[in-house]
């Protein structure tokens, strides 16, 4: 969360920016123009970013509130049709652009030659981050949820939905890429540099990019929303205090000893280094690399060897023995050892 509440603080700005103008792609821009907006507005910019950072976490803070049924399941019942519903939208809209089958077949198409170990590993690790693994978020909220749950199910559900929205989210960027020509780069610099040069060449390119980043909002929030309830749950139960008390005390610890260093790492702390990273980097490869990680190979050890019977009674309330019994072998036994092969292969 040090690192991720900026990123939606990132989002925000640039919707703001686009809105009112700073940000001009009413017409075709050069990488020269996104990348000179991202110096000026995100890496030099420092409190505007830690003002948009506070606003997504104030909005964060009024959804908490409200608990887990009326907060965050209520959100996620409303921003999650629209999140698909806008995904939709994009997609329909940029597979018909001219040259976006040269996107579809670079998405679809297999390169065998790229297969390779690290690939393997990488795909392993992108699994555990899109699940919210090692998260300790599937903890928390399945302890919310029904005695009668069939928790197989709800898995199995949670897994193919969150494939799906992956697929077409590769559906929605690479054939604009291709479209306009713009080079499929990743991370921030796709999303935050390459990809307002393709909206500035489509029609009403600005109320499409302001869509996109309004998706992404979206998918930012309802993230960081189940990550902070991890933290507010645990400090509930080990403190007995209030909810609002435990929210505050969380929100407003990760925002000044989280938050604020990872925007000034752009600005002012540049030249600090951890780990020859600057400190956004850090938290990223830290949290990503490190402690993920190992909270996935904890929780993977303590269901295996230590409450083996009591997971075994949950799933078969309402799963199948033989299924039950073959998870339960991959979770003690091979799990672990992916885990350890994705850490080991992180950190050298």
């Not at 989210?169 to 393709?198: C, E, R």
């Amino acid at each position: 969360m040090a690192y991720y509440m900026v990123l939606g603080g990132w989002v925000i700005s640039y919707i703001v920016n686009i809105i009112g103008g700073n940000l001009d792609i009413s017409s075709p821009v050069s990488s020269e123009v996104t990348k000179s907006f991202f110096t000026e507005h995100i890496e030099n910019s420092p409190w505007e970013i830690a003002f948009y950072t506070f606003l997504f976490v104030v909005v964060n803070q009024w959804i908490l509130v409200k608990g887990v049924i009326g907060g965050i399941e209520k959100a996620a019942k409303y921003l999650m049709p629209l999140l698909f519903l806008f995904l939709i939208a994009m997609v329909v809209r940029n597979v018909t652009l001219p040259g976006a089958m040269e996107g579809v077949a670079f998405y679809l198409k297999p390169d065998f030659s790229k297969i390779t170990a690290e690939l393997f590993v990488f795909v392993l690790g992108q699994v555990f981050f899109a699940l919210s693994l090692g998260f300790g978020v599937m903890i928390t909220l399945s302890s919310y949820l029904d005695k009668n749950e069939n928790l197989v199910q709800t898995a199995v559900i949670t897994a193919i939905t969150n494939t799906i929205i992956a697929v077409l989210a590769g559906f929605m960027i690479f054939p604009s890429l291709f479209s306009f020509g713009v080079a499929p780069d990743s991370g921030p610099t796709l999303v935050f540099q390459s990809l307002p040069i393709v909206f500035s060449h489509m029609w009403a390119g600005s109320v499409f990019a302001v869509i996109f980043f309004s998706l992404l909002l979206i998918a930012a929030l309802t993230t960081s929303l189940t990550i902070y309830e991890v933290l507010i749950t645990t400090i509930q139960e080990k403190t007995k205090i209030r909810r609002t008390a435990a929210i505050t005390i969380v929100l407003a610890a990760i925002f000044i000893f989280g938050n604020i260093p990872s925007i000034l790492s752009y600005g002012p702390w540049k030249d600090v280094s951890v780990f020859g990273k600057n400190i956004f980097d850090a938290f990223d490869y830290i949290s990503g690399n490190i402690l993920f990680m190992l909270t996935a190979l904890g929780s993977a050890l303590f269901v295996g060897f230590v409450m083996k019977d009591e997971a075994k009674d949950e799933l078969l309330y309402k799963g199948n023995h033989t299924t039950v019994n073959i998870w339960f072998a991959y979770v003690k036994y091979l799990v672990p050892l992916v885990i350890l092969l994705i850490f080991v292969s992180n950190l050298f």
